[in-house]
Nanobody
């Protein structure tokens, strides 16, 4: 069974930095897309950054040049380095992973439980 677990959230002052990590557990599946989404209070969930197994990387316009997504396929980890944080970045950040099960080749997609990031002085 595929599971994902985020870590690294917390309280940070405006202009500060945080690094989020997401660990994917299980071995009977392949991974394609690894992504971070976020949901602020009263707002819809939105894509922050994504990386595919082909090497494609996408960012939301609001985080370009401030956030960096990276992945370690050997460790089955995805990271989000967040710099120059603003109060608007306050949200619950969710890890998202998709791919295929090795035996059946069925597609899967899974979300983590989320980690709170609060940017405040």
């Amino acid at each position: 069974q595929v599971q994902v677990m985020e870590s690294g959230g917390g309280l940070v002052q405006p202009g500060g930095s945080l690094k989020l990590s997401c660990a994917v557990s299980g071995s009977t599946f392949s991974i394609d897309v690894m992504a971070w989404h976020r949901q602020a209070p009263g707002k819809e969930r939105e894509l922050v950054a994504s990386t595919s197994n082909s090497g494609r990387i996408d960012y939301a316009d609001s985080v370009k040049n401030r956030f960096t997504i990276s992945r370690d396929n050997t460790k089955r980890m995805v990271y989000l380095q967040m710099n120059s944080l603003k109060s608007d970045d306050t949200a619950v950040y969710f890890c998202y992973v998709n791919g295929r099960k090795l035996k059946s080749r069925d597609a899967y997609a899974i979300w983590g439980q989320g980690t709170q990031v609060t940017v405040s002085s």
